[in-house]
């Protein structure tokens, strides 16, 4: 039998109702260590948290709605990873928040040789959320290869 072993990751305070400040605790949820190496958890349980934020998929597109860096499987991560940032900060949030991400890509290969971009940004922002990763056939628009789906919480 595998035991769920939870242990607390952060624990911070946020602005919550007419401005009565809530603590927010996230607790990982890990029954295998493997996931912690490669730099995201099994699950993540929140709470006392006042505000969830879903976000739509966010691929290599500029702000005027354009593809960008066809074939360029680094460049794609790095301004799909900027693009949920954008939509997080809209929100009064950062990818300290992020408590999921589902990642889909059209190239699983190709993602695993650049992995690296996305796991050292969210290292750097100090979160591992939990995190699936999907092989499709092809995105909505021919050219993208990776897109980014995101949940956050404050």
């Known amino acids: 039998m595998i ?11 946020v602005d919550g109702p007419n401005g009565a400040e809530v603590a927010v605790e996230r607790t990982a949820v890990n029954p295998w260590t493997w996931s912690v190496r490669l730099g995201y ?4 349980v929140v709470s006392g948290h006042t505000r969830t934020l879903y976000c739509a998929g966010q691929t290599a597109m500029s702000g005027d709605g354009e593809p960008r860096h066809a074939g360029d499987m680094a ?9 949920v940032e954008a939509v997080l900060g809209e929100a009064g949030m950062t990818l300290a928040n992020l408590v999921r991400l589902n990642v889909y890509t059209t190239d699983v290969a190709l993602l695993f040789e650049h992995y690296g971009v996305l796991a050292s940004r969210l290292a750097a922002a100090g979160v591992a959320p939990a995190t699936t990763m999907l092989g499709v056939t092809r995105l909505a ?3 993208l290869l990776v897109e980014l789906e995101a949940t956050a919480v404050a």
């Open 3 to 13: 035991r769920c072993e939870a242990r607390s990751v952060d624990a911070s305070a």
């Open 41 to 44: 958890h099994q699950g993540e």
């Open 75 to 83: 460049a794609q991560v790095a301004l799909s990873l900027d693009n």
């Open 141 to 143: 628009i021919p050219t």
